[in-house]
Nanobody, 129 residues
Framework: VMLSESGGRSVQAGGSLTPSCQLT????????????VGWVSQAPGKERLGVAF????????YYVRSAQGRFTISPDDAKNTVHLLMKSLKPEESGMYYC???????????????????WGQGTQVTVTS
């Protein structure tokens, strides 16, 4: 599985951003129905933390407490893409945002980076005050 992020940029505090993650299987198969896809953030000098994740085969999405009510993760099966709508962004949410995928359904501990098998290169999000 290959993952490619796009859509990161600089935005003012309080603004919105929607990075996207393109999923590609080596065999060319549609994987959107088979994996748990998460967005994992890493602020400078800090560890990675999953902020939102969803099983693209259907079911609930999960969000860390700080993201609840402001972030929305949504798959686009037709395009093998998963989007992350982020609203009311804060300067402390600046950092690299990685798309990651793990085989099978999502569990609440998919906040942990070690739950993921595949990673993208990341896209930079900068929130200015």
């Amino acid at each position: 599985v290959m993952l490619s992020e796009s859509g990161g940029r600089s935005v003012q505090a309080g603004g919105s951003l929607t990075p996207s993650c393109q999923l590609t299987a080596a065999t060319g198969a549609n994987l959107c129905g088979e994996v748990c896809v998460g967005w994992v953030s890493q602020a400078p000098g800090k560890e990675r933390l999953g902020v939102a994740f969803i099983y693209t085969g259907g079911g609930s999405s999960y969000y860390v407490r700080s993201a609840q009510g402001r972030f929305t993760i949504s798959p686009d099966d037709a395009k093998n893409t998963v989007h992350l709508l982020m609203k009311s962004l804060k300067p402390e949410e600046s950092g690299m945002y990685y798309c990651a995928a793990g085989e099978g359904v999502c569990y609440s501990d998919h906040e942990k980076p070690e739950r993921y098998d595949y990673w993208g290169q990341g896209t930079q999000v900068t929130v200015t005050s």
